[in-house]
């Protein structure tokens, strides 16, 4: 019966984790992940938790896995540099040997309140100056227009003065040179009588 009971436990474990090289080969995969592991800006701590220890849960299962003050110092050093205050005071107020790594992501979750605080602060001042920029534009743009009808106006009553100014001298329309010709002649003309 033993004997069956192993052979049943082993081809569990077969059909779970694979033979051999399909176990050393998801070890290889998770380690590389595990030291490859970052968080980006955007990510929250608790959706970056939740992959991280997805990775170590997923290493001990194929019975490899890191001490777990490496896992505190890998998450620490995982941050984005928006996190780097952070991580100074919990270095140097902490000691990282004795922190698990719950204790950890609890502190980082205060912090991140306060970078989410800040971050909307911050957007509210960037819209409160969008605010007073487009409205400055649109005084100039109000002010551009004012100044662009009263250039219309004053081009008006210039060209109109103009045409008044050469309607008095009646020379506003120009005669052809036949008729002026004939003009002259008739001048002439009169003159000799």
Known sequence: MCDTAQNILDSLITTH???KQVKDNKIYLFVQKYEEFSI???ETIDCAFSRFNTIITSLKELDESFP???HVRKFLRALPSKWHPEVTTIEESKDLSKLSLDELVGNLKVYEVVLEKELESAKNEKEKYKSLDLKARQVLSDEDESSSDSNDEEYAIAVR???KFFKRREKFIRQPYDDKKNFLKAKEEKKED
């Open 17 to 19: 984790q694979g033979n």
């Open 68 to 70: 777990s003050r490496n």
């Open 40 to 42: 980006t800006d955007d």
């Open 161 to 163: 003065d103009f045409k």
